[in-house]
């Protein structure tokens, strides 16, 4: 299945996810919103894939959201005096771009975003649409969007203060200044840095083996429950793990790490 602005390789137990607009530097136009959504849905269905990387096709990452690219879609935004309708309108279209980010987060797999060069607004709110974030040296973040006279509305202010922090996000977002890996790391952001997209990505495919190798009903069923917790207090969070624990106990993966243990070998899970 081909895209126009991803290119997915399915590489099992391992799925790429590649912006791919590298003449744009990966500038969001409106394919980038609209193809996430399926793209997704067909990773969530294939039981060969446990784990996607989001990476970049060339050393740029996103360079945030294409506003003249996306006018023909959301003509709106161009529109100096806007009436009642036109704001409905608007509302509408922000709501499914929305989606489009909402998809990565939504994703039943693990999701890893290895980011080199620039990321940028949205790509900004797509890398906190996912569970784990690693870059390059020479990444470059920022968000953006106060800079160019709008509020970020894609989901990087509901995520980002559960990744690093209330204070730090409000600092970023009214600043909207650059900040590079070496700041993404002391404030959480990334998980790793390395020296160059050749070792970001070597590490990127280690990382996501090492999870695959584990029970993928134990590990999505673990997304899920975290997902579920982030704003809920500790009670909530305990009862809906108990629902989780008890529809995957037990299974053929429980007994096939029991087995393993017992024979002194490495389990082998099967997802169910």
């Known amino acids: 299945m081909s895209y126009e602005f991803y290119t997915v390789e399915k590489k099992a137990p391992i799925a790429w996810v590649y912006l ?5 530097k990966n500038a969001m136009h409106p394919p980038a919103w609209i193809e996430p959504v399926e793209i997704f ?5 294939d039981d060969s894939i446990r784990v996607v990387i989001v990476t970049s096709s060339s050393d740029n990452f996103c360079a945030g959201i294409d506003l003249m690219g996306m006018a023909p879609m959301v003509p709106e935004i161009m529109e100096a005096d806007q009436k009642g309708g036109t704001k409905k309108a608007l509302l509408k279209n922000v709501l499914w771009m929305q989606e489009g980010i909402n998809a990565f ?3 039943q797999k693990p999701i890893i975003a290895a980011v080199s060069g620039h990321c940028i607004g949205a790509g900004l709110d797509m ?8 870059c390059t040296e020479n990444a470059v973040f920022s968000l953006r969007e106060a800079a160019v006279g709008i509020a970020a509305d894609m989901g990087v202010l509901q995520r980002l203060p559960h990744i690093v922090g209330q204070g730090v996000t409000r600092e970023l977002a009214y600043t909207a200044k650059n900040f590079d890996a070496k700041r993404a790391r002391e404030i959480l952001l990334v998980n790793q840095i390395y020296a160059d997209r050749e070792a970001l990505l070597k590490e990127a495919e ?5 999870i695959a190798e584990n029970s993928p009903l134990a590990v999505q069923a673990s997304k899920d429950v975290l997902n579920y917790g982030i704003g809920k207090s500790i009670d909530d969070g305990l009862k809906y793990v108990a629902t989780m624990s008890t529809n995957i106990v037990p299974s053929e993966d429980l007994f096939e790490a029991m087995t393993a243990f017992a024979e002194k070998r490495k389990p082998v899970f099967k997802g169910r």
Do not use: F, G, H, Y
Not at 41 to 45: G, H, P, T
Not at 206 to 210: E, V
């Open 127 to 134: 890398i906190t649409a996912c569970d784990i974030r690693l």
């Open 105 to 107: 987060e939504k994703c």
């Open 20 to 24: 791919d607009r590298p003449e744009k």
């Open 41 to 45: 849905e067909d990773l969530n269905k």
């Open 206 to 210: 280690l990382m996501a083996t090492q």
